[in-house]
């Protein structure tokens, strides 16, 4: 009975150990329900490689919103895709490639609350 944390393998938050998940904590994977029927869609790996497209490129700053990976992904209906956004940046946090900032300081994605930058991970660099 390890009482520790890992992420959620659909938005990228933290899991939380409970009591109740004693005995399959190695078989816990999702933060909720939800996540756990949603998972991991096309459009969310989708809008990973846009972040990543869109750090890439030269015109691109130091950093990108997130909404930026979405308008890129579908320009129309951009907003319905701004929380899996921001799910694709935790995520990319959770793999140690990127960071996410509020007022240029580094935060915990899963604690991050309004609008965030991500951007490469500072050791990577």
């Known amino acids: 009975m390890t009482r520790q944390e890992k992420d959620c393998l659909?938005?990228?938050r933290t899991i939380q150990w409970r009591r109740?998940?004693?005995k399959n904590w190695d078989q816990v994977k999702w933060c909720s329900n939800r996540c756990r029927r949603q998972k991991v869609r096309p459009v969310d790996q989708q809008l990973g490689e846009a972040i990543e497209q869109l750090l890439e490129s030269p015109e691109a700053s130091?950093?990108?919103c997130p909404s930026e990976a979405a308008k890129s992904v579908d320009p129309l209906n951009w907003r319905e895709l701004l929380e899996?956004?921001?799910s694709a940046a935790r995520r990319l946090v959770t793999a140690g490639t990127h960071e996410i900032t509020q007022k240029g300081q580094i935060v915990d994605p899963s604690r991050a609350r309004g609008p965030f930058r991500i951007r490469r991970a500072t050791s990577l660099a």
């Open 10 to 12: 659909a938005c990228g």
């Open 20 to 22: 109740k998940w004693a």
């Open 62 to 64: 130091k950093s990108i």
């Open 84 to 86: 899996p956004a921001r």
